[in-house]
């Protein structure tokens, strides 16, 4: 089996990716999905994150407000460090129970989709290969402004808090450009799953 990582920054299309590959025969492990589980009310991880941050992060039914609290970390480098440290491993833990699970079934590949490879770490002695989606800067304002009614100058902060793409680039296996059209990134997927399945 083999056990790749899809990454990219903000807004580049890393998730059309994956739907693509999924479509193509792919498990994919979706590292924002797993980070919704964690935090459910009753997890450990939604105890600790409401130790530390108290009754203002949470919404009327318990869950955690992730706006609220991505708008408390995202200016506050320490309060970022700790909300990973506290959610990271866990996060980790469960992607790896997956990838067992699916070496069990036979799978052939499995994707992880997450944001955070090249900067964590954490998953370096789990995947083989490295696919970075790049999108050209004034694309991933579009779509920010698009997907998250942000203002640009909020857009463009988002952009600028990620470490460049060009860093990430440089510990790719693979790198689709996500700047165009839906087919031009479907045939480069197509072309990566050829050589992934081999």
Not at 8 to 16: C, F, H, Y
């Amino acid at each position: 089996m083999k056990v790749v990582g899809l990454t990219g920054n903000i807004a580049s299309g890393k998730t059309e990716v994956a739907k693509i590959f999924k479509d193509l025969g792919a498990r994919v492990i979706d590292a924002d999905q797993i980070a919704r589980e964690v935090v459910k009310p009753g997890e450990i991880v939604w105890e600790e994150i409401h130790k530390e941050f108290g009754e203002d992060i949470l919404n009327p039914d318990r869950t955690i407000n992730r706006l609220k609290l991505g708008e408390i970390v995202f200016n506050d480098n320490e309060k970022r460090d700790r909300i990973n440290k506290i959610t990271h491993p866990r996060i980790i833990e469960r992607m790896k129970e997956l990838i067992k699970k699916y070496k069990r079934d036979n799978v052939k590949v499995v994707i992880i989709e997450a944001t955070l490879i090249v900067e964590k770490g954490g998953l370096k002695d789990t995947i083989e290969e490295l696919i970075v989606v790049t999108s050209d800067k004034e694309t991933q304002i579009k779509r920010i402004l698009e997907r998250d009614g942000f203002k640009r100058e909020e857009a463009i902060s988002r952009i600028e808090s990620q470490i460049p793409i060009t860093e990430k680039e440089k510990h790719a296996s693979y790198v689709i450009d996500n700047s165009g059209t839906l087919s031009e990134t479907r045939k480069q997927v197509e072309e990566v799953w050829e050589k992934l399945k081999t």
